[in-house]
């Protein structure tokens, strides 16, 4: 099993910045990618950003591309979000999320709140 914990949630103005924080722990040699989700009140959770362990390779949401960077530690224990020019629309709890070479095959964190003011 893979456990995450979320962090780096909080309050910005708009045009702000944050970065998120995942730190995974376990069975972390399984790990195949590790990603965000964003779930805002009344919508269905959306892909943000993902990261695949093989190559480095980053996926980003249309929606985000160009303001957010996903990245990891050389470890692979930690995935950060890093978040600029941030707007009210990318309010909502972010989800950190991992696929691993495994059964089960997929893992998510608790969840980190972020509220962009306007």
């Known amino acids: 099993q893979v456990q995450l914990v979320e962090s780096g949630g909080g309050l910005v103005q708009a045009g702000g910045s944050l970065r998120l924080s995942c730190a995974a722990s376990g069975r972390t040699f399984t790990i195949y990618t590790m990603g965000w989700f964003r779930q805002a009140p009344g919508k269905e959770r959306e892909f943000v950003a993902r990261i695949s362990r093989g190559d480095g390779s980053t996926v980003v949401a249309d929606s985000v591309k160009g303001r957010f960077t996903i990245s990891t530690d050389n470890a692979w224990n930690t995935v950060y979000l890093q978040m600029n020019s941030l707007k009210p629309d990318d309010t909502a709890v972010y989800y950190c999320?991992?696929?691993?070479?495994?059964?089960?095959?997929?893992?998510w964190g608790q969840g980190t709140q972020v509220t962009v003011s306007s």
């Open positions: 999320n991992t696929v691993v070479f495994a059964s089960p095959n997929e893992y």
